[in-house]
């Protein structure tokens, strides 16, 4: 079965099945002796694989993804309900137990209310998760979709400011009005994805000396809302530059992450002006200005 992604989409995809198979293909170079000769029957071998562009419900080829992911779901449908209510079919469910909800006490009882989804770790389940959920542009109003590492720590980190992760982070976030952009919202919600599993969104991972120790990415996790009159989607970092000037590189990475999103993903120009009505131009905002009931921090704009 052909591929039908394009663009940006097909790119990422191939770019991290590359590097997954390079990595297997040094992994057993590196197995290998000085002057031994691995003979590999390469027709053999292919004829046994089936990819998720093959067969989206029975590949037997994973390549793994930098960090493992959680996908969480909530709506007016999941609300004080004992039953998850996802908008899912098919997907491969991560066995085992659901973990109890993480976090402070400040955050348990807004999480309450959002399922787990599924975890995945690889490129073929986060496909094989995507062609089994609805799109944004078909869900319930008031619905969100969290798509957050769980790498870091065993059960994850969670959709909540007060997260280990998070607390002293903030968002890059856009509106966008729904009448416009209701044809769009879904593909401009899968590059965020794609950018978030193949750790394209923040600069400074692949432009540091490779032979230093690798820098802890910046993003936490990605959200898609929708509400009656408008769609938002949210980058969350677990830093966020202070008031202060002397924290430049942050703020000149975090920008870097801004700008990425904001052309790159969203696929705008760089100078071009988003704000109007129901509409906000690209946008950072601190998680402890965001809490500042009735005060508006100072935002970054790109």
């Avoid at 989206?56 to 998850?84: A, E, G, Q």
Wanted: glycine share 8%.
């Amino acid at each position: 079965m052909a591929s039908s992604l394009t663009g940006p989409a097909l790119a990422a995809t191939r770019a991290a099945l590359s590097a997954a198979m390079a990595d297997n293909s040094t992994s057993s170079d590196e197995n290998t002796e000085p002057d031994e000769v691995q003979e590999i029957n390469m027709e053999a071998q292919a004829e046994g694989i089936r990819t998720v562009f093959n067969d989206p419900t029975n590949f037997n080829v994973k390549h793994p993804l930098y960090s493992s992911w959680t996908l969480w779901f909530d709506s007016p449908m999941t609300k004080n309900r004992n039953m998850p209510q996802t908008p899912i079919s098919a997907v491969p469910q991560t066995p085992g137990p659901v973990p109890q909800t993480p976090g402070p006490a400040g955050a348990q009882g807004w999480m309450e209310d959002i399922k787990r989804v599924i975890n995945f770790d690889s490129v073929e389940e986060f496909w094989g998760l995507y062609n089994n959920i609805v799109p944004p542009s078909a869900l319930p109003q008031k619905a969100n979709y969290y798509l957050f590492k769980a790498k870091f720590r065993l059960e994850g980190i969670i959709p909540a400011w007060e997260d280990e992760a998070n607390k002293n982070g903030g968002k890059w976030s856009i509106q966008l009005p729904k009448d416009k952009n209701r044809n769009n919202v879904d593909k401009m919600w899968l590059y965020t994805m794609l950018a978030a599993i193949g750790e394209t969104f923040d600069p400074s991972l692949t432009s540091t000396d490779p032979s230093g120790p690798p820098p802890t990415s910046l993003i936490t996790g990605v959200i898609v809302s929708t509400r009656p009159q408008f769609y938002r989607i949210s980058i969350w970092t677990r830093l966020a530059p202070g008031a202060s000037d002397d924290d430049v590189k942050l703020r000149e990475r975090i920008e870097g992450v801004g700008r990425h999103f904001k052309t790159s993903v969203l696929g705008y120009l760089e100078g071009a002006k988003l704000g109007g009505p129901l509409a906000t131009e690209v946008e950072f905002l601190s998680h402890k200005d965001s809490e500042k009931k009735g005060k508006t921090g100072k935002k970054i704009v790109v």
